[in-house]
């Protein structure tokens, strides 16, 4: 059993920075994949990045590549999602999550990395805005 809290979301002008922490509970966190999705109102939960368990392999959804990074932090039990040059249409509620998928290779994984059933655990979010 995993247990996920997110924090540091807030209300950030367009073009600033924010960053994301998600704090997990348990001693097999560095045996997980974690990933980032995001709702905005009225919207899908859609895919973000997702980083696997060494933290050596990191893939991103076209719409943040070069914005966002994701990172960990196994001594902590912590995953970050730094948010860089951030738009309006980042506006969301996030999520983090964790899923026990191996990766082979990314190659192997991508697909399924973007399904939200591919995650067994999932923290309560946290609500970003960004001001335009």
């Known amino acids: 059993q995993v247990q996920l809290v997110e924090s540091g979301g807030g209300l950030v002008q367009a073009g600033g920075s924010l960053r994301l922490s998600c704090a997990a509970s348990g001693r097999t966190f560095s045996s997980y994949a974690m990933g980032w999705f995001r709702q905005a109102p009225g919207k899908e939960r859609e895919f973000v990045a997702a980083i696997s368990s060494s933290g050596g392999t990191t893939y991103y959804a076209d719409s943040v590549k070069g914005r966002f990074t994701i990172s960990r932090d196994n001594a902590k039990n912590t995953v970050y999602l730094q948010m860089n040059s951030v738009k309006f249409e980042d506006t969301a509620v996030y999520y983090c999550?964790?899923?026990?998928?191996?990766?082979?290779?990314?190659?192997?994984?991508?697909?399924?990395?973007?399904?939200?059933?591919?995650?067994?655990?999932w923290g309560q979010g946290t609500q970003v805005t960004v001001s335009s």
């Open positions: 999550a964790a899923s026990r998928l191996q990766w082979p290779s990314l190659g192997a994984v991508r697909g399924s990395l973007l399904a939200i059933a591919t995650y067994d655990y």
